[in-house]
């Protein structure tokens, strides 16, 4: 029999699921969240349900968004025919960090990871391939990292994409070998765009 | 604290905490073991691309008494995946070699064969030439394991194989001649059989020179990742990919 009421084990239990959190950690959280103020606790809960119910992906570019199609491809400002191709959606934020990129995204959602079963029929590639043959794109960016698997995937993508009458480009090795974008700085990430060359 | 320099290849990462990783490193000296690269997410000054899987390194490293893991303090690239091109094929090759050495080498159990062969291989997997490689790896680490009988007999009444045909089963370790087959025994192709005797005999810079497509030595490919499956008794998930790419 667990030490707790149920509905404290219940919350322990949940959080428990969470990334990096442990069951001290969870306990923790969750005697946190019972001496909060109701008013709090139940923001929590209610932000929690929102990410939910609000968040979806977008369907041209599958970016996190609550709104569809999402900002960046709503925008009459931006690029529609320049299309900047990236692994997770936190790393639209490497990019738009640079200041210097007005095109639009498409997120994979994931790489080639052999090692993790993971082939192109998991990636989220349809909609790309739609928007190019379409004639919708004059270029697209591989901007996947400078990994073995980014570099797998990228290269997968340029072989899936040739046929198309569109130009496709990779980010240069500025972006150290072996790394995620997500971590690279501005000025990093700036001079990687800059200096893509045709595959 | 013990301070360590080693040769050592990196195997396999994961993510610990928010910027942490676990690596696996593959020592010459010290065989596998197991160690926290601190921040290695972040800094690119310590670890630039030196945590990729498969990158040959020169490992700094400090042994705390009584801990299992080491802590990396900085990873120099010896000789790096990335500098030559990858595509799918050759990045589910490496993917192999880690996982297949993960699962089978004992931590801290040195392993200097295994770990030349490694090296030998790396050198020559890339986009133009990935299949030799991966049969070359295969047999060789299914030999070194101590789970591969000589391939040159009938395992069952050690008869010559040479210019006689070879058969094998999937769930039977070695090769047999016709009349030691059975039911659902496959035949191995003359050309795989003779090259699955120059793979034990010959360097790998020697197997290199010739041409082999995709479709050369299928069946030696498959004879040979099946057996190392059935001996590691799990199915390989990059075994599965390969499979998928290659037939
Ligand atoms: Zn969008
Ligand atoms: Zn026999």
Redesign the interface.
């Known amino acids: 029999m667990s030490r707790f009421a149920e509905p404290m084990s219940r919350l322990i239990e949940e959080l428990k699921k969470l990334p990096?959190i442990g069951a001290k950690n969870a306990q923790r959280l969750a005697f946190h969240i019972l001496r909060s103020s109701a008013d709090d606790a139940r923001a929590l809960a209610d932000a929690v349900r929102e990410l939910k119910e609000k968040l979806r992906l977008c369907s041209i570019c599958n970016n996190i968004t609550d709104v569809d199609p999402c900002v960046y491809c709503a925008s009459p400002t931006r690029n529609q025919r320049l299309v900047c191709v990236v692994e997770e959606p936190t790393n639209i934020s490497s990019v738009e960090k640079t200041r210097s990129y007005n095109g639009v995204y498409h997120v994979l959602h994931g790489t080639?990871?052999?090692?993790?079963?993971v082939?192109?029929e998991d990636l989220r590639i349809g909609n790309l391939l739609l928007r190019v043959q379409a004639s919708e794109v004059d270029e697209v960016i591989l901007a996947t990292n400078?990994?073995?698997?980014g570099?797998?995937t990228a290269?997968?993508l340029a072989d899936l994409l040739r046929s198309a009458q569109v130009k496709i480009t990779r980010i240069a090795t500025g972006v150290?070998?072996?790394?995620?974008i997500e971590?690279a700085d501005e000025v990093t990430m700036a001079r990687a765009m800059e200096g893509r060359h045709e595959v | 604290m013990i301070a360590h320099q080693a040769e050592a290849v990196v195997l396999?990462t994961w993510p610990l905490?928010?910027a942490d990783q676990i690596v696996s490193l593959f020592t010459r000296d010290q065989g596998k073991i197991k160690g926290v690269a601190k921040a290695a997410?972040?800094s690119?000054r310590r670890f630039?691309?030196?945590?990729?899987?498969?990158?040959y390194v020169r490992a700094s490293y400090a042994e705390k008494p009584k801990q299992e893991l080491v802590r990396l303090d900085s990873c120099e690239i010896l000789s790096?995946?990335?500098s030559h091109?990858?595509?799918?094929v050759?990045?589910?090759v490496?993917?192999?070699f880690?996982?297949v050495l993960e699962d089978t080498l004992p931590d801290h159990d040195p392993q200097e064969t295994v770990f030349r062969l490694l090296l030998a291989v790396l050198e020559y997997t890339r986009v133009e030439q990935p299949w030799m490689p991966l049969t070359y790896f295969a047999l060789w680490v299914t030999r070194l394991m101590g789970w591969l009988p000589d391939l040159s007999r009938c395992v069952f009444c050690s008869v010559p194989l040479t210019g006689a045909a070879a058969f094998f089963h999937s769930q039977a370790n070695g090769l047999f001649c016709a009349q030691h087959k059975h039911g659902g025994y496959s035949q191995l192709s003359f050309d795989s059989h003779a090259l699955a005797l120059r793979v034990f005999r010959s360097p790998i810079s020697a197997l290199v020179t010739e041409p082999w497509p995709r479709n050369r030595a299928v069946d030696l490919r498959r004879f040979a990742l099946r057996s190392l499956e059935r001996n590691m008794e799990r199915k390989l998930?990059?075994a599965?990919?390969?499979s998928?790419l290659g037939g």
Request: charged residues 20%; aromatic residues 6%; hydrophobic residues 35%.
């Open positions: 990096g080639l990871s052999p090692l993790h079963g082939g192109p400078p990994t073995v698997e570099e797998a290269v997968y150290p070998a072996g790394s995620d971590y | 396999r905490h928010e997410m972040k690119r630039g691309g030196a945590l990729e899987p498969m990158t790096s995946p990335l091109p990858v595509d799918y050759r990045a589910a490496l993917a192999f880690s996982e998930t990059t599965a990919v390969l998928r």
